[in-house]
Structure formats: C-alpha cells, structure tokens
C-alpha cells in the first residue's frame, strides 16, 4: 500500500511540474510581445505569440530581486518567411509584486530553412 501512495505521490508531484513549467513558459511568450533582441547585425523584434512557434527552458536562475531565463526559441515572422532558431537570456526584475523584463539578450540567431514556393 505505502509503494501506491508513494508513486501516486511522484507522479503527482511530476504533473504538477509540468504545468508549472506550461505555465511558465506561456507567461514568457506574452511577456517577449514588444521586446527586442539583438543589435545591428542580427535581432529580433517580438510583434505577437504567434511569431514564438516553441519556446524551451534551457535555464532558469532566480534570487529574491532577479530571475534569470536562458531560453531557446523557433521562431517565425510569417508563413512567407523562413525559420529561425535563437537562443536568447531573458532578464526579470521584481517591481513591488511583479516580475517584469528588463532585456532580451540575444545569444544566437541563425535561419533554419526558407519558405517554399507554391506549386505550379
């Protein structure tokens, strides 16, 4: 009986894990909506979710002022463009009861394929 309960509790404890991370990772996705990263070279101007087609929580560093995220990203401007794969570190700050971004650093922007063109 104690070897059901305990695995009842891990997997609960495994769901639960999950869904914060979902959660999480939805919040960031909203949060990068008007955020730029990136310079001159390459960047990246975040204009809707719809741009973030998968987003990954590579790392997450965090102490009771400061949360730190380094997170990789496909990303698409629009169907008629390609895709791109970034890796970007992502910087919050408390502000009273809200954590809010500071800056999007971009950490690498490479094109991963181009559109295809219609068929004939």
Not at 87 to 97: C, I, N
Request: hydrophobic share 40%.
């Amino acid at each position: 009986m104690k070897r059901i309960s305990c695995w009842t509790t891990m997997i609960a404890a495994g769901v639960l894990a999950l869904s914060l991370q979902a959660s999480e990772v939805d919040q960031i996705k909203s949060d990068l909506v008007g955020q730029c990263m990136g310079g001159r070279e390459k960047c990246w101007k975040f204009q809707s979710r719809d741009q973030i087609k998968e987003l990954q929580i590579k790392n997450k560093i965090e102490d009771a002022r400061k949360r730190v995220y380094t997170v990789a990203l496909q990303l698409q401007a629009s169907k008629s463009s390609g895709t791109y794969a970034a890796e970007a570190r992502v910087e919050y700050v408390k502000t009273g009861a809200r954590w809010t971004i500071r800056h999007v650093g971009l950490l690498s922007l490479a094109k991963m394929d181009s559109p295809r063109a219609p068929a004939p």
